[in-house]
């Protein structure tokens, strides 16, 4: 079964708007929380992660939220451009291994 | 720059055929993974290995097996390639100190 619950499927959002992807997880020894991005063609990329001791990381416009009593993370892309349309994949990780999200797909409209 | 690369990019076999994946990575990782990417899915773990010739099942091995024998060198094997094994396969890495992943660009593999 799929240890993390990814949501929306997808969504559209245009330029200079917010994209907002949700994630929950159930196991509480999960101390790693990454974000990648993938592009048409190619292999995902690790975009941003978080410890569970922060409640917020930001890296330029993505920010990941973190919610430790909700067992909810999410990613959060302010000013959204058109180089950011990708599928966007949560993940929870212990030791070396990550349980992977559905996928979210992300279309900005110029 | 971290390289993961992967042998085919696209891939064509027969129902019943025995199929190769082929992984490389150029950072001298100890982990290697391999993924299977469905729509709707996102990607699910057939195995990984920790060290040369140690392998773990992930989430979803059955109908595969894999082969570390050297470091930088992981495969996937197929070894009677189904319909239901058409997929997009990605070859990940990573170093023991770290939880970060390197991706290669995958193999989409079509059985027909």
């Known amino acids: 079964q799929q240890q993390v619950k990814q949501s929306p499927q997808s969504l559209i959002v245009q330029k200079g708007g917010i994209s907002i992807i949700n994630c929950a997880y159930e196991?509480?020894?999960?101390?790693?929380f990454p974000w990648y991005q993938q592009f048409p063609g190619k292999g995902p990329a690790l975009l941003i992660a978080?410890?569970?001791?922060?409640s917020e990381k930001k890296e330029g416009r993505f920010t990941i939220s973190f919610n430790k009593s909700a067992k909810q993370f999410s990613l959060h892309i302010m000013d959204s451009q058109p180089g950011d349309s990708a599928t966007y994949f949560c993940?929870?990780?212990?030791?070396?291994?990550?349980?992977f999200g559905a996928g979210t797909t992300v279309t900005v409209r110029a | 720059d971290v390289k993961v690369t992967q042998s085919s990019r696209y891939l064509v076999k027969r129902t019943g055929e025995k199929v190769f994946l082929e992984c490389v990575q150029d950072m001298d990782h100890e982990n290697m993974f391999w993924y299977r990417q469905d729509p709707g899915l996102g990607l699910r773990l057939i195995y990984f290995?920790?060290?040369?010739?140690?392998?773990e099942k992930g989430d979803i091995p059955e109908g595969y097996s894999v082969s570390r024998e050297k470091k930088e060198r992981f495969s996937l094997i197929l070894e009677s390639a189904s319909t239901n094994q058409t997929s997009m396969y990605l070859c990940?890495?990573?170093?023991?100190?770290?939880?970060?992943?390197?991706f290669g660009p995958g193999t989409r593999l079509t059985v027909t």
């Open positions: 978080i410890r569970p001791d922060v």
């Open positions: 290995s920790y060290d040369v010739k140690m392998k």
């Open positions: 196991n509480t020894a999960f101390d790693y």
């Open positions: 990940a890495s990573s170093p023991n100190e770290r939880v970060e992943q390197y």
């Open positions: 993940a929870v990780g212990d030791d070396y291994k990550l349980s």
